[in-house]
C-alpha cells in the first residue's frame, strides 16, 4: 500500500505539473525554448540515484530546505521526502511525451479551432484531447520510471520498517539477508502490480483512440 501511496501522488503531482508544460512547450515558440527542450529530454535520462543526492542535500539539516518542513516541504526518511523525489523522477517524462504527443498533431487543427473562436485555453484543450492518446503514453512512462525506482526512495526513505519501506527497497534488504525466496516472491508481487496498473492504463488508451 505505501508503494501505491508514494508512486500515486508523485504520479498525480508530475502529472499536474508535467502535462500543461509539455503542452505549452508544443504550442509555444520562445526565447531558450531549445535550452529549455534540452534541459527536459536530460531529465528524462537523469540517473533516479543522483535525483535522490540531490533531495537528501536539499532537505537535510545543513541544507538549504532542512529547516522549513512543513506540509509542502517534508522531512527526510519520510513518506513524503519519498514523493518529492519521485515526482523529480517522472515530471519531465510526463512532460517530455505530452511535448512529443502534442508536437504530432497535425497543425491545422489549432488554425482551425482558432477560427471558429476559440480562447488560447480552448484550443490548447482540443489539442490535447487530440493527443490524449499520446498522453496516456506520457502518464504510463511516468508511472513505470517511479514504481519500479530503488535508489532515490533508498536514499531519501532510509527504508525504515512501517514507515518508509516499499516494495523495492524491501527487495534489497531480503536479497541482502539472503532470504531470496522472499525477494523473489516480493518481485513477483511488484511486476504483478505494475502490470494489472499498465493493463488498465492501457485499456484507457484503447477506448481513447476509438471515440
Do not use: C, K, W
Request: glycine residues 12%.
Amino acid at each position: 500500500m505505501l508503494s501505491f501511496q508514494v508512486s500515486g501522488f508523485a504520479l498525480i503531482l508530475s502529472t499536474v505539473i508535467g502535462i500543461p508544460l509539455g503542452a505549452y512547450m508544443g504550442l509555444s515558440r520562445f526565447s531558450g525554448r531549445g535550452f529549455v527542450t534540452a534541459l527536459l529530454y536530460t531529465g528524462m535520462g537523469f540517473p533516479p540515484v543522483v535525483v535522490g543526492l540531490f533531495v537528501y542535500l536539499l532537505l537535510s539539516r545543513s541544507g538549504p530546505l532542512g529547516s522549513f518542513n512543513s506540509a509542502l516541504i517534508p522531512a527526510l526518511f519520510t513518506p513524503g521526502a519519498m514523493i518529492f523525489a519521485q515526482t523529480i523522477i517522472a515530471f519531465p517524462l510526463v512532460a517530455g511525451f505530452t511535448m512529443a504527443a502534442v508536437l504530432a498533431v497535425d497543425p491545422n487543427l489549432r488554425l482551425q479551432v482558432e477560427a471558429l473562436g476559440a480562447t488560447p485555453l480552448q484550443s490548447t484543450l482540443a489539442i490535447l484531447g487530440e493527443a490524449r492518446v499520446g498522453v496516456i503514453v506520457a502518464v504510463v512512462a511516468g508511472f513505470g520510471g517511479i514504481i519500479s525506482e530503488v535508489g532515490a526512495v533508498m536514499l531519501v526513505g532510509g527504508n525504515v520498517d512501517h514507515s518508509t519501506r516499499v516494495l523495492t527497497t524491501a527487495i534489497v534488504l531480503e536479497t541482502r539477508r539472503g532470504n531470496f525466496d522472499l525477494a523473489i516472491a516480493l518481485g513477483i508481487i511488484l511486476l504483478a502490480l505494475a502490470f494489472l496498473t499498465n493493463i488498465l492504463m492501457l485499456r484507457l488508451q484503447g477506448s481513447t483512440s476509438h471515440e
